[in-house]
């Protein structure tokens, strides 16, 4: 990367860099036991393998639209069918695929300047962000859905760097969300962050307390929330 770019940014990229390697030494792995290991269902409800790893391909170049001013998806309707219609496909093919989007969202990374990182980007839905923003996004998607695999990487296994952060940016989105009560989120080392829908008039947080990577493993869905404590029942989160 340009010596000029965006630090933060800069080191991020590396961290995913690092997180899509291992991503790509499991799917060579897989690829060890047939196409039909990728056509058995991922940890995903709904979804094989070959859906996950095709999305996971369609998204890196969906952020490589984004950093170039690109509508992130054609529509909503285009990428559901490209995901369906890539799924299907064998097991060095789909590595392939894989391989090729994150080697292309990478170099795209690596050209942006100071004043690209600093831009403001549109994702889907009309969500904005920072493009400095993007590597942990991708790293969120390249994380979560190598736990998805389900090829051994499990939530425990995330690290926790990666973790401390998602904490956080899984807390953001569910900030706010009507769905979702009053929560205040506590790790065991003293660090707390509030999600949820806003307490209700007399109405208290309900706490949560756990690790960074037990409270990713719940928000995020890949656990029912094993390794937490709470003063009330858990809720049921909304998918992401």
């Known amino acids: 990367m340009d010596s000029s770019a965006h630090p933060d940014a800069r080191a991020e990229t590396r961290v995913l860099e690092e997180a899509t390697d291992r991503l ?5 792995k897989l690829g060890h036991l047939g196409d039909r290991a990728v056509a058995e269902p991922s940890l ?3 979804w094989t393998r070959g859906h996950l790893l095709t999305h996971l391909s369609r998204n890196a170049d969906a952020l490589v639209n984004v950093l170039q001013g690109r509508p992130m998806y054609v529509s909503g309707e285009a990428r559901e069918a490209d995901i369906n219609a890539g799924a299907p496909r064998g097991a060095a093919e789909q590595l392939a695929d894989l391989r090729a989007s994150s080697d292309r969202l990478r170099s795209v990374m690596e050209s942006l300047t100071d004043e690209q990182w600093n831009a403001t980007v549109e994702l889907r839905n009309g969500v904005t962000d920072s493009a400095s923003a993007i590597p ?3 790293l969120v998607e390249v994380e979560l859905h190598h736990v998805d695999l389900g090829v051994g990487y499990s ?3 995330l690290p926790g760097a990666f973790t401390d952060r998602a904490v956080e940016y899984l807390a953001r989105r569910f900030s706010g969300h009507a769905d979702v009560p009053a929560l205040e989120l506590r790790a065991e080392d003293g660090r707390s962050w509030t999600t949820g829908g806003g307490p209700a008039a007399g109405v208290s947080r309900r706490i949560v307390v756990g690790t960074p990577g037990a409270l990713v493993g719940w928000l995020s869905g890949r656990t029912t929330g094993s390794g937490l404590t709470a003063d009330a029942p858990l809720p049921a989160l909304p998918p992401l």
């Open 136 to 138: 942990f996004r991708r």
């Open 155 to 157: 939530v425990d296994e």
């Open 44 to 46: 995903l409800p709904g």
């Open 24 to 28: 790509l030494a499991a799917v060579g």
